[in-house]
């Protein structure tokens, strides 16, 4: 009797093992994603501002790269990193400028974006060097650092993510960095989806620091020489920053 009743305890106590499991893995997942935060934000809290004014001159602003659109237009949130961008050249508080983003093909061009409407404004084509292997925050900083030699900078980026950039780019070896935000205007959903997004890119951002994933390398390009060098060929005629007028 004793045996038939112990039997039917087996898969509950199975169950329950399972469920302790379930509830360990997911305090575990919890205790990353909330140490992953608390890592970043801490790490570079009180380093950006929205006052030019209050920013020590540094070698070089970085300005990572975010949506153009598919008719070559900068999104809004690119736009104002490009305003933003201006103001701290015409405030003298850069001496270089590295626009880097994501170049996968001809018709997706954010660094040639990014340049050809900071030459519109009125910056030396000769001061502003293009990253066209941007393709996240991390490969933005490692290449800031390994290909372009720069030694201090300033980030110019949305508050939403500009402890992972600062947090990447001390990672990266560049000590001398502060971050101007960029917030020139409400970015409705987008905004509301890039705050939650980046919840889990510091988590992601953490991970690739610890494990230090590669980033695609390349010829040295100092910042300190004529950002041309960098450029690259000329893009073609009918995609979207080779268009007539640009």
């Known amino acids: 009797m004793l045996a038939r009743l112990s039997l039917p305890s087996l898969p509950h106590l199975s169950l329950v093992r399972a469920l302790w499991f379930l509830a360990a893995m997911f305090a575990a997942l919890i205790l990353l994603i909330v140490g992953a935060n608390a890592w970043i934000v801490f790490s570079t809290r009180g380093d950006a501002t929205s006052d030019v004014s209050k920013l020590s001159h540094a070698q070089a602003a970085i300005v990572p790269g975010a949506q153009v659109r598919p008719d070559g237009t900068m999104s809004l949130m690119l736009a104002d990193r490009v305003q933003r961008t201006v103001d701290l050249w015409n405030a003298g508080k850069v001496d270089r400028i590295l626009v880097s983003g994501d170049h996968g093909s001809w018709h997706y061009d954010e ?24 393709f996240n925050t991390r490969a933005t900083m490692v290449r800031a650092k390994s290909i372009f030699d720069v030694k201090s900078a300033i980030v110019v980026t949305q508050g939403f993510h500009m402890d992972r950039a600062l947090f990447l780019a001390k990672a990266a070896g560049i000590d001398r960095v502060h971050g101007l935000t960029s917030d020139l205007h409400g970015y409705g959903q987008k905004g509301t989806e890039s705050d939650i997004r980046e919840i889990f890119a510091r988590v992601k951002a953490g991970l690739d620091t610890v494990i230090d994933t590669g980033v695609m390398g390349g010829p040295q390009i100092p910042i300190t020489g004529d950002g041309r060098a960098s450029w690259g060929p000329q893009p073609p005629r009918g995609t979207p920053a080779g268009a007539p007028g640009d």
């Open 111 to 134: 660094p040639d974006t990014m340049r050809l409407a900071l030459e519109r404004a009125g910056i030396p084509g000769r001061v502003i060097f293009t990253d066209h292997a941007g």
